[in-house]
């Protein structure tokens, strides 16, 4: 209270003298009596109290410097700082701001703002009042994105903290609030969002792959149009409008399975599962997708799909492929042993035949181990050609000529009871195929048709031009763009359901009973029609028959009526020298046997080395070899070479039980080199070696 009192005097009396006036107001307060103290006394309390007046005067003056020094610096920092910078009244009235703030808000100056009202400024009245909730609330605000109204009326981004202000000396709260305008940040911002948008859209939409979003009840929320290709739909909205659940799998249990994989995993990876296309065909996928949860928290799952319908049919050719190879190689491998063998018995029984008469008691059973020989032959002739080691011989053929005449046989093979019906197409174009080997195609499929039906029916036989293309694949599924000749084979037996279907041609796949079938007769008809370039097709339902169709190419050669010269008697002796090399001790002897019978002169060798020596050693001219040409050490062509040399005039006759050893593998022509294969009989390799010693040289 004293110190308050002598404030307003500080400034204009000496220290000693404030210290007097101070002792006197102290003593009059408290009642002191001065004089009783002592001159002394009172000296050293007025020097005392000149002293603390002095340093007070001094405090009071420096602290009004610091003040206003601190006044300066906030309002330089308030003027000048970059950011908008405002004071307002929570009635909405703008009581002080700087010149950045007017900038922002698009204002001349800031004079033109204050005492405004604030709801100018909101772009929104709701953002305003959801903005003063927090600021209510939490006392601060900061890093608040909004939107406010500039004065020509366009929008500007600005980052704005705030604090509320509440005055303790019962004076109005105030809000302080700083901008930063971001409008350029977020121009950059949605530039990138919606580059990433685009980029996505493009990822989603160019992709080749299905690409699908739905809920957990089917529903498709997003599909690609990858997806709509793969479907054979024409839009996106047709999917949309489906539902997943129903009609998509071919199996709605696929799809629960799926869906508890998913709630397990919440993934799945390389799924198989079958679906199908708007017209109804099946077709093969391949997903892996996710769970995900939306916005509004609502499980939804993205899925991948590819279609691998294509693939997976490459995949089970390939494997088929991969066993007729096999197959093919087992074949080959016994055929050339087994044919020798089959040469023998059929050599042998031809020469014992010749020695006996009908009327020998051991012919009969000659013939039928001469008939047994040749059904082995013709089994072993099968399985090479299914395995596809026999190479076919190709005709120009017209097939309504070939199944007019095959058609008493056809009648023969499938009863009396059941009815052959032939449709041949008048205008029919021609195809080129191995004709014994078509015929036997259509003798295997009409056999099966008539088990088909053991109690009669009808078997159809339809011949027709085909022209395939893309647009046509639901008619002739699996073959491919083209100009074909189809036989059909319509039967009204028993039919096949899907799985058998999908096994019919698979080697030694039978439906039959024990010893009624080998298993072979439908994969030998496609491989055949295979090797001919053409395509076997099968359709059937139990108890609706079956039908085969075959496609053969159409070739555009004409073929005309051979004219054969007038026959000669043909006589197979000769005097000639022929050198033979074969491997096999019992089918040397039995050619060298018919050889020497019909006059000719035999050395014989059992290797190709063996040869060459007994060649060199040999004076006389050697008209004809005729070798094996699969032999230890030295081939049959080898020795060839070697041969011709030294005897550049020496004609060549190759023979092997192996498949597809023609003598052109070896780069000799049809002139220098004939081809028997094994086994044959023996009049046709005496034939054979009559002609090439009298063809020219």
């Known amino acids: 209270m004293v110190l308050s009192a002598i404030s307003p005097i500080s400034g204009s009396h000496p220290p000693c003298l404030l210290g007097l006036f101070v002792l006197l107001a102290v003593a009059t307060s408290i009642k002191i009596d001065l004089p009783s103290l002592g001159i002394a006394t009172v000296t050293s309390i007025v020097v005392g109290l000149a002293i603390l007046a002095y340093r007070l005067k001094r405090r009071l003056a420096a602290q009004a410097l610091e003040l206003h020094a601190c006044r300066q610096r906030y309002q330089q920092i308030f003027e000048r700082n970059p950011a908008g910078m405002c004071r307002m009244s ?52 900061t890093n608040y994105e909004r939107q406010l109204r500039r004065n020509d009326g366009t929008r500007v981004w600005v980052l704005q903290n705030a604090t509320l202000l509440e005055a303790s000396d019962n ?37 080749p792959y299905g690409i699908i979003r739905s809920t957990a009840a089917g529903k498709f929320l997003m599909v690609n149009p990858a997806l709509v290709t793969m479907l054979g739909y024409d839009s996106q909205a047709e999917i949309l409008a489906l539902n997943a659940a129903s009609e998509l799998y071919q199996d709605p249990s696929d799809r629960l399975k799926i869906l508890a994989l998913f709630q397990g995993t919440r993934h799945v990876e390389n799924i198989e599962v079958n679906w199908k296309k708007k017209d109804g065909r099946p077709i093969l ?23 691998i319908t294509e693939r997976r049919m490459l995949e089970d050719n390939l494997r088929q492929a991969q066993k007729m190879e096999a197959i093919g190689q087992l074949a080959g491998g016994i055929a050339h042993d087994f044919n020798n063998l089959l ?30 020989a040749e059904r082995a032959k013709s089994l072993t002739t099968r399985l090479l050609i299914f395995g596809r080691r026999k190479p076919l ?36 174009k021609q195809v080129k195929a191995d004709r014994g080997l078509l015929e036997q195609v259509i003798i295997n499929l009409a056999g099966n048709a ?72 439908l994969a030998m008809v496609q491989s055949i029609v295979a090797q001919s370039g053409g395509h076997v097709t099968v359709a059937s339902e139990p108890g609706h028959g079956s039908k085969f169709t075959i496609y053969l190419p159409a070739v555009q050669e004409i073929t005309l009526p051979e004219m054969s010269a007038p026959q000669m008697p043909e006589s ?64 049959g062509h080898e020795l060839a070479r070697e041969l011709s040399a030294s005897r550049p005039a020496l004609k060549v006759l190759c023979m092997s039980g192996y498949p597809g050893k023609r003598s ?8 220098e080199r004939r081809f028997l294969q094994k086994p044959f009989v023996m009049k046709l390799l005496l034939k054979e070696v009559r002609k090439i010693l009298d063809s020219a040289a």
């Open 572 to 635: 197979y002796f000769g005097s000639e020298t022929v050198l033979l090399v074969e491997d096999e001790r019992s089918v040397r002897l039995l050619i060298r046997e018919f050889l020497q019978s019909s006059g000719y002169v035999v050395i014989e060798a059992e290797t190709g080395q063996q040869a060459l020596r007994l060649a060199q050693a040999h004076q006389g001219p050697i008209h004809l070899l005729v070798t094996d040409i699969v032999m230890p050490k030295m081939s």
């Open 664 to 671: 052109q593998e070896e780069g000799a022509s049809d002139d």
């Open 393 to 428: 011989e190709f005709d120009v053929l017209d097939l309504n000529a070939a199944l007019s005449e095959l058609r008493e046989l056809l009648q023969h093979l499938v009863g009396e009871n059941i009815l052959l019906v032939a449709r041949l197409s008048p205008l029919l």
């Open 285 to 307: 996928v391949r997903a892996r997708g996710r769970l995900i949860r939306d916005d509004q928290g609502t499980e939804c799952f993205e899925s991948i799909v590819e279609d």
């Open 90 to 141: 929570l009635e909405e009235e703008i009581l002080d701001c700087n010149d950045a703030f007017a900038r922002i808000l698009g204002y001349a100056s800031r004079a033109e703002l204050l005492s405004r009202p604030t709801h100018v400024l909101w772009d929104d009245s709701a953002g305003a009042e959801s903005f003063l909730a927090l600021l209510n609330k939490h006392k601060t605000v």
């Open 450 to 521: 008539r088990d088909a039906m053991p109690d009669g029916g009808t078997l159809t036989i339809i011949t027709a031009n085909a022209s395939t293309n893309e647009t046509s694949a639901v008619e002739h599924p699996g073959v491919p763009c083209g100009q074909f000749v189809t036989i059909t084979l319509c039967d009204t037996g028993i039919g096949m359901d899907s799985a058998t279907q999908n096994r019919v041609f698979e080697p030694y796949f039978t439906t039959k009973g024990p010893g009624k079938g080998t298993g072979l007769g």
């Open 171 to 207: 004076s109005p709260a105030v809000i302080e609030a700083m901008l930063i305008d971001i409008t350029e940040h977020k121009k950059a911002q949605e530039s990138v969002l919606q580059q990433s948008e685009t980029n996505y859209r493009s990822l989603v939409e160019g992709s």
């Open 343 to 372: 040469l023998i018995i059929l050599g042998q029984c031809h020469q014992l035949l010749a020695q006996t008469g009908p009327t020998d008691p051991g012919y009969a059973r000659l013939q039928e181990i001469q008939a047994a």
